[in-house]
């Protein structure tokens, strides 16, 4: 379980969260949603000890993030940020290798294991075939599927991703949001398209202007009732083979309709 309690955070003079108080629950996918500038990055990197609150707390499990070593966190969360790492003389491969450090002791090398969930991190993401290209050559889709594949391989209990379906086109989008599902990791994931949260988060935050307006399950916060006020658009839910979907109508056709 990841908790933030009370969490708040700023930027300088310019607070960006206010008193978070959220709850990822245990074997569930939590999606954090809401406009741009609502503080869902800079929340996802408060969760993963990136950042540090301004005041509040984040624990992981029973232990509060502070208590963490810096080894220990990185045996514990992994995470994706919408930033692209440059490593120009690093290839996909080595790329991803960098996910097991955490795991290898002082001076140790990389062993068969190691490179086994490598391979089966690559594998898992369609991106074998990558294995011996330079990573700062790839496309931008590319490249996200390799630092996912570099998260994964980390082989934390705790995974999170910010914006991680950015560059992918709609097949990878569908693909990598049913690995992140099957995978078992406690898992918290920033999404701008709310459809793919419908699909795949099982509880999701609302956010707006650095406050959580709603958390709960998908079903109960991906509706008009919510999404309305927050986002200023019309919304429809349409139910099509058990699946939530969600239609946009601007406020002001509406209006004119």
């Known amino acids: 379980m990841i908790r933030a309690s009370n969490l708040s955070f700023s930027y300088g003079p310019h607070r960006v969260l206010h008193e978070i108080n959220l709850v990822q629950n245990p074997g569930r996918v939590l999606g954090l949603v809401g406009p741009n500038g609502s503080g869902k990055s800079t929340l996802i990197r408060n969760l993963g000890g990136s950042l540090k ?14 208590d963490y070593s810096s080894q220990e966190l990185a ?51 369609g991106a074998v075939h990558l294995a011996q290209r330079f990573f700062a050559e790839l496309s931008g889709g590319e490249k996200q599927r390799v630092l ?78 919510y999404l309305e006020p927050v986002y200023s658009i019309g919304v429809h839910r349409l139910a099509f083979q058990g699946t939530t979907h969600l239609i946009f109508e601007p406020r002001d056709e509406e209006s004119t309709a």
């Open 148 to 225: 996912i594949a570099r998260a994964l391989a980390q082989s934390t209990p705790y995974i999170l991703l910010d914006e991680p379906t950015n560059h992918l086109d709609i097949r990878h989008q569908h693909e990598l949001l049913r690995l992140v599902r099957a995978s078992g990791r406690e898992t918290v994931i920033v999404l701008h398209d709310l459809n793919l949260a419908a699909r795949y988060c099982d509880d999701v935050a609302l956010l707006d202007r650095g406050r959580l307006v709603a958390q709960g399950s998908a079903d109960e916060i991906l509706s008009p009732d």
């Open 53 to 66: 609150p301004e005041a509040g707390q984040v624990s992981l499990g029973e232990k509060d993030l502070a």
């Open 75 to 125: 045996r514990t969360v992994s995470m994706v940020v919408q930033e692209r790492d440059s490593e120009p003389g690093l290839t996909v491969a080595q790329m991803v290798m960098l996910g097991r450090t955490p795991h290898l002791g002082l001076f140790a090398r990389p062993g068969a294991q190691d490179q086994e969930i490598v391979l089966a991190s690559l594998e898992s993401v």
